[in-house]
Nanobody, 118 residues
């Protein structure tokens, strides 16, 4: 079955960096666009924000959330079925649970928590 397992979250100081990973299995990873979402504290699942997406072949990627443009980068390794989110210059407002998702399917990981605080 489809499995998406995020990792790489943690506590980081403002201005720091983290790289999130999402290990995918159970489907033909390279055939699907993938996305990162985030859910800030106190927000409901329905209020998750689309952060970024990338096409199956990795040739096109989109930073959707204006507040992270220029700081976050989405990428993928199709040989190893891994999706990445490189996050630089992190700010307290980036604090959230981050989820990977198959873009046009209702398959989600369980999330990894990112806390930006001094």
């Amino acid at each position: 079955q489809v499995q998406l397992v995020e990792s790489g979250g943690g506590l980081v100081q403002p201005g720091g960096s983290l790289k999130l990973s999402c290990a995918a299995s159970g489907f033909m990873f390279s055939a699907y666009s993938m996305s990162w979402y985030r859910q800030p504290p106190g927000k409901q699942r329905e209020q998750r924000e689309l952060v970024a997406s990338i096409t199956g072949d990795g040739m096109s990627n989109y930073i959707v959330l204006d507040s992270v443009r220029g700081r976050f980068t989405i990428s993928r390794d199709n040989a190893n079925n891994i999706l990445y989110l490189q996050m630089n210059s992190l700010q307290p407002e980036d604090t959230a649970a981050y989820y990977c998702k198959v873009s046009d399917r209702d398959y989600w990981g369980k999330g990894t928590l990112v806390t930006v605080s001094s």
